[in-house]
């Protein structure tokens, strides 16, 4: 069986990636060029450009990482931590947990702060983490994935810095989704991945880097631990040396370039708020049929909905049927969520308000398998009656 034909086309509702636009696969399948070549190195400049107009960033360090948006949290910890540097890390969800191991194994001496999954941090909690222990680098997750919570930053980076620390930023999911401001916030390092809100396929991690940032790196007294991350020969590489490192990705730069064109083309503000309107429809049509969000209140992402499996309802049987009925993929509950959580995900191309009305008349068609009660078709009723306001 030839497996590549057989692949179907799906609707990419989970919690990444998301769909990809046909400009962004012709982009791809360009052919390809030496990772030396001039013009793909004119490529890269590109490159750069536009993802400081998405971090909204003046900051020269400023790359696209060659891995998944996990390798950009290596990348960041790896570069800025060395063995024995005291790093506070903010634990709200999965995500948050994976950046304390990443520390740890950078040689971190880590301190946690946590708050219940589905809430987000207030100023004085970590104020008062940080008079407990002082810290050279604090880390938070702007959208945490695994519970839909997004996190205020601009108070907490006022207090990380009035503190002598750096702020590191995981920003997986909300680049190019939601609010994010670099250089206003003060944020130091920051990174994401390209499979999200870009809507580009998985296999770049954006990373970016202030002045202090790299001053830090620039007085390190111990190597990297990680040869292949190490961003004192990477920058080499996107800067005017052009030193070689590694291969780069390159058709997945073509395909990023071509993505972030397209960001830039939207408007950045105006892709905020259609993540936020289409948000609201798939809101208003889930609390129609009695389906509750997990997020904090007034802290709910608009393109990942985490919301509670109702009582009774098989988790796995209803998303098993939207994927093999309706093509449909939304993604399971992790960690202390899992089995209890569907998280829905409204990203980048996918952030569409054909995508939340099929959604909805498809979880209906599910639903209706359960022993739940709803009132049939009050879900798109609702959907609808918020669209038209």
């Known amino acids: 069986m030839n497996y590549l034909q057989q692949t179907m086309k799906r609707v990419l509702m989970g919690p990444g990636p998301s769909d990809v636009d046909p400009r962004v696969l012709e982009a791809l399948s360009r052919p390809t060029l030496g990772h030396l070549d001039p013009h793909f190195l004119e490529i890269l ?9 998405v971090f909204r960033t003046t900051n020269e360090l400023t790359l696209a990482m060659s891995g998944t948006g996990s390798a950009g949290m290596e990348t960041c910890f790896a570069n800025l931590v060395e063995p024995g540097d005291p790093v506070l890390v903010c634990i709200n969800g999965v995500f948050g947990m994976r950046m304390a191991d990443v520390a740890e194994r950078c040689g971190a001496v880590v301190s946690r702060i946590e708050v219940e999954w589905g809430k987000v941090f207030d100023s004085e909690q970590i104020e008062q983490a940080l008079k407990n222990k ?9 959208a945490e994935t695994s519970t839909g919570a997004g996190q205020p930053l601009e108070e907490i980076s006022e207090i990380v810095h009035n503190h002598g620390a750096l702020l590191l930023v995981d920003a997986v999911t909300s680049l190019g989704g939601m609010q994010l401001e670099v250089d206003a916030w003060r944020i130091d390092a920051c990174y994401s991945g390209s499979q999200k809100c870009l809507s580009c396929p998985p296999g770049l991690s954006p990373v970016t ?11 390190r007294k111990a190597k990297v631990q ?9 920058r080499q590489y996107w800067g005017g040396e052009r030193l070689y490192h590694h291969t780069a990705p390159v058709n997945m730069n ?9 960001v830039s083309e939207e408007g950045l503000e105006h892709r905020w708020q259609r993540h936020v309107n289409n948000h609201q429809i798939l809101k208003a049509g889930l609390e129609a049929i009695g389906i509750q969000f997990l997020a904090q209140p007034g802290h709910q992402l608009p393109m990942l909905n985490a919301v509670a499996v109702p009582e009774k309802v098989e988790d796995l049987a209803v998303r098993r049927q939207l994927l093999q009925e309706f093509g449909i993929e939304i993604g399971g509950g992790l960690g202390a969520f899992k089995g209890k959580a569907w998280r829905i995900g409204l990203m980048g191309a ?6 939340v009305m099929l959604f ?6 599910c639903l209706a398998a359960q022993p739940y009660r709803f009132e049939k078709g009050a879900a798109l009723a609702a959907a609808i009656a918020k669209a038209e306001n």
């Open 360 to 365: 909805l008349a498809a979880l209906e068609k």
């Open 226 to 234: 990680s040869w292949y991350l190490d961003l004192s020969m990477i």
């Open 209 to 219: 880097f202030s002045s202090a940032a790299v001053k830090k790196m620039d007085q």
């Open 350 to 355: 996918s952030a569409t308000q054909g995508n």
């Open 254 to 262: 073509y395909a990023l370039l071509e993505a972030l064109k397209m």
């Open 45 to 53: 400049d590109e490159v750069r450009e536009q993802l400081k107009y």
């Open 134 to 142: 002082p810290a050279k680098v604090v880390s938070i997750v702007h």
